[in-house]
């Protein structure tokens, strides 16, 4: 019997890696000879780092940098020597964890921390930079990360604009001079499961801005802002991809990404997928177990637990979901190679008790689910 074990993180709760050595722990209880395989999935959001680094063996990196609203922050990134490739997870520079509720505000946090891990990558010799976009403070349009590489964004004044995403507005001239040469060498990766453009009623700011601290005066501010911004890239540029999925990933830091460095948009799931290897480790298994906190119709947008049973599917491999709970419309993964999904907890309890008790509910449902597959088999 062999078991691949793919689950994303229980936010506030476990880790991938956490989750995955519960599950394992329940199952063998039934199954002590099984071969169980971990793989730590992230879908390009929060513990994207730490899954590929847990799966390829790869070097934590912490750099200081400049945090959203400029206070500094010790950020941490991935690199895997092999290959040259860094993984960048912009919450650590750049993520709406680093500021407090009351202090989130949309119009003058940037990015410009992600842009120095960038930098770091390029120091550090980096091929190729694999940027996870997910859970992000900002609304700058990626406009502090390329200052941070040496873009000069300048007003009517000839004078550095100010941080956020607010400040492009006053933006009058685009200066490349000075970009990083670094950056025509290496290959670009936007890790997100976000697919929305930089502008309009369905972009950055419309979407995400008033989870960051923007009022709706402000998301029309910003939002004009940003396409003013894109505005002048393209002139600078030559290009103009404010309207292709994934630029309003990040506030728009998908938009300066794939506008000055070129990167490629990707399902975060499957650029985590390939570095951990899951295909071929699905490939000869009798199931996949994976999960997230919560499993519903939003998981079809891309999210791990999606991810994993599109790369079963092929292999034509059952696929069961465990989840911190079920929401409205998760029956529709079932036609999207889930064949079963469980809710981790056992009666009423309240969110506190589920997150504190995670490991024990995360092994016993797994046991529980061991003995249903066995009982299964037996009937066959």
Not at 135 to 141: C, Q
Request: with cysteine; aromatic share 4%; proline share 4%.
């Amino acid at each position: 019997m062999k078991i691949v074990i793919a689950p994303d993180s229980f936010k506030d709760s476990l880790s991938a890696q956490g989750v995955a050595d519960a599950i394992a722990l329940g199952l063998a209880q039934v199954w002590p000879d099984a071969q169980l395989i971990k793989c730590p999935m992230a879908d390009g959001g929060e513990g994207t780092v730490e899954s590929i680094l847990a799966a390829c063996a790869g070097e934590l990196r912490r750099n200081e940098v400049r945090g959203p609203l400029g206070v500094a922050v010790n950020a941490a990134w991935g690199w895997l020597p092999d290959s040259h490739t860094a993984i960048i997870e912009m919450a650590e520079a750049s993520g709406l964890q680093l500021v407090p509720l009351a202090q989130r505000d949309a119009c003058i946090s940037s990015t410009f921390g992600t842009g120095q891990l960038i930098r770091a990558a390029l120091d550090a010799g980096a091929q190729r930079v694999i940027l996870a976009i997910g859970g992000s403070a900002t609304n700058d349009g990626g406009a502090g990360a390329m200052q941070a590489l040496g873009v000069k964004l300048l007003d009517a004044q000839g004078q550095t604009l100010s941080p956020g995403g607010l400040a492009l507005a006053q933006l009058a001239r685009i200066d490349l001079s000075e970009i990083d040469p670094r950056l025509q060498q290496v290959r670009f990766d936007i890790a997100a499961d976000v697919n929305n453009p930089l502008c309009g009623p369905h972009g950055a700011s419309a979407i995400f801005g008033p989870q960051k601290g923007a009022s709706p005066v402000q998301v029309e501010q910003l939002d004009r802002a940003l396409g003013h911004f894109a505005d002048h890239c393209a002139t600078a540029l030559g290009k103009d991809v404010r309207d292709e999925p994934g630029s309003g990933a990040a506030g728009g830091l998908g938009f300066a990404a794939k506008a000055f460095l070129g990167a490629q948009f990707k399902a975060g799931v499957e650029v985590v997928a390939e570095l951990v290897g899951l295909a071929e480790a699905v490939a000869s298994a009798d199931l996949v177990i994976t999960g997230e906190g919560r499993f519903d119709a939003q998981t079809l947008r891309g999210k791990t637990p999606f991810g994993v049973a599109r790369v079963a599917r092929q292999h034509a491999v059952p696929v069961i979901v465990i989840a911190g709970t079920l929401g409205e419309g998760y029956q529709a993964l079932y036609e999207h190679g889930i064949d079963a999904a469980f809710a981790l907890a056992s009666g009423p309890m309240t969110l506190e008790q589920a997150c504190a008790e995670a490991p024990r509910l995360l092994r016993e449902r797994a046991t529980d689910i061991a003995r249903v597959w066995r009982m299964a088999v037996r009937c066959d």
